[in-house]
């Protein structure tokens, strides 16, 4: 029940794409394609942003993806916007109803 | 519209204990697995407990185990986690999160409740 790696932050000016890139292992992340992607902003519950490794729900932008090689998986938001600056956190399923989230990353629009 | 909210936070002692309840609306509540996530002051999400629809499976993280009990009352669409044992380590926003049927994803969050454990 360790948590997934994630990069404590990155950066990107409006227009540009960025990555975020969250690292388990075989028993998580590389294990299936259960990989999520939430979005919190300052003081607001977490919002799913992309589930299933590559899927959006619906109202989801299409300018954030999800991708996962191996035991890696990554969220790319194209085109920043200043309203995506925020806290992301990857999530897991690792197996018998349990979740393992990342450490969390945060995007910084400059 | 999904709502889930969350009430019963506080400040305990250590050692003490509290109770917290989510409120859900919106869904037929008896068909989803539901799950307690926690977010400690300025750090990142944990998730804590997951209860299945019918109660037939439970699980925690290690920290929590034996201190922790995960709850549901599909009649009165309800989701419940009793905390006893306290630590100063458990305080946190506890948000209150259900699950997307089909597949493994944490759907739908509540506005968490503040609990903090100090003397």
Redesign the interface.
Known sequence: QSALTQPRSVSGSPGQSVTVSCTGTSSDVGGDNYVSWYQQHPGKAPKLMIYDVTQRPSGVPDRFSGSKSGNTASLTISGLQAEDEADYYCCSYAGSYTYVFGTGTKVTVL | EVQLVESGGGLVKPGGSLRLSCAASGFTFSNY?M?W?RQAPGK????VS???SSSS?I?Y??SVKGRFTISRDNAKNSLYLQMNSLRAEDTAVY?CARD?AG??????????TLVTVSS
Do not use: A, K, P, R
């Not at chain 2, 597949?103 to 968490?112: A, D, E, K, L």
């Open positions: 697995n799950n996530v990142g999400l944990e998730w997951s209860i299945s499976y699980y993280v290690d948000y997307w597949t493994w994803s944490i759907q739908h969050w509540g506005q968490g």
